[in-house]
């Protein structure tokens, strides 16, 4: 089993719609949180970062963390044809021990909004 | 955040090759990280570079076939040796950058590499 599980859809959706993307995982050892927004042929870019459960707001964007259900989400709002991209959840455990800096990425879910 | 940027962008080699990919940040970090990212895969740590220390690879990735080089804070390279078709991949740098206010990671473009 992969420490960390994440739909690869693909998902579409027409404009405007809320998109919700999720991950869960395994290691209870995970307490930072990030999504990752990969275009194509590029490096991932960095767009939520979140420490403990609760919410995460940045515009159109939500990061979700449930700890007790080892469960996070990232949520679009109004989506646009710009967002169409991969996203990647990653976590992180706490810093320190031979661990620390180690992203475990999910295996990205593909997202396309068509106008 | 940190500014990253690699060299080549892309590249297309012969089997039993050896191709060395460069990564520079605009400011001086502690660690730097090497991922690989399979055609339809998510990435894989392959090695932390930090500066003054031998790397530290990860679970199936060796120094013979993947030697790293932390020179100074600013810099690293990664040479892919020996290459054969199942190294074609996107190889990607990373940096924690502690300047900011979260302590995660910021990706460099990525270099991707076709064996042939």
């Known amino acids: 089993q992969k420490e960390v599980e994440q739909d690869p859809g693909p998902l579409s959706v027409p404009e405007g719609a809320i998109v919700s993307l999720n991950c869960t995982y395994s290691?209870?050892?995970?307490?930072?949180f990030m999504w990752y927004r990969q275009y194509s042929r590029k490096g991932p870019e960095l767009l939520m970062y979140?420490?403990?459960?609760g919410n995460k707001e940045d515009g159109r964007f939500t990061a979700q963390v449930d700890k007790s259900s080892k469960y996070i989400s990232l949520f679009i709002r109004d989506s646009q044809p710009s967002d169409s991209a991969t996203y990647l959840c990653?976590?992180?455990?706490?810093?320190?021990?031979?661990?620390?800096?180690?992203?475990?990425f999910g295996q990205g879910t593909i997202l396309t909004v068509h106008p | 955040s940190a500014v990253i940027s690699q060299k080549p962008s892309r590249d297309i080699c012969q089997r039993g090759t050896s191709l060395t990919i460069q990564c520079q940040v605009d400011?001086?970090?502690?660690?730097m990280f090497w991922y690989r990212q399979q055609p339809g895969q998510s990435l894989t740590l392959i090695a932390t570079?930090?500066?003054?220390?031998?790397?530290?690879?990860e679970s199936g990735f060796v120094i013979d076939k993947f030697p790293i080089s932390r020179p100074n804070l600013t810099f690293s390279t990664l040479t892919v040796s020996n290459m054969s078709p199942e190294d074609s991949s996107i190889y990607l740098c990373?940096?924690?950058?502690?300047?900011?206010?979260?302590?995660?990671?910021?990706f460099g473009p990525g270099t991707r590499l076709t064996v042939l």
């Open positions: 290691n209870s050892a995970f307490q930072y």
């Open positions: 570079a930090n500066q003054g220390s031998e790397a530290t690879y």
């Open positions: 990373s940096v924690e950058d502690y300047g900011s206010s979260t302590d995660t990671q910021y």
């Open positions: 979140t420490y403990s459960s």
């Open positions: 990653a976590m992180i455990p706490t810093a320190g021990g031979t661990s620390y800096g180690k992203l475990t």
């Open positions: 400011s001086q970090v502690t660690m």
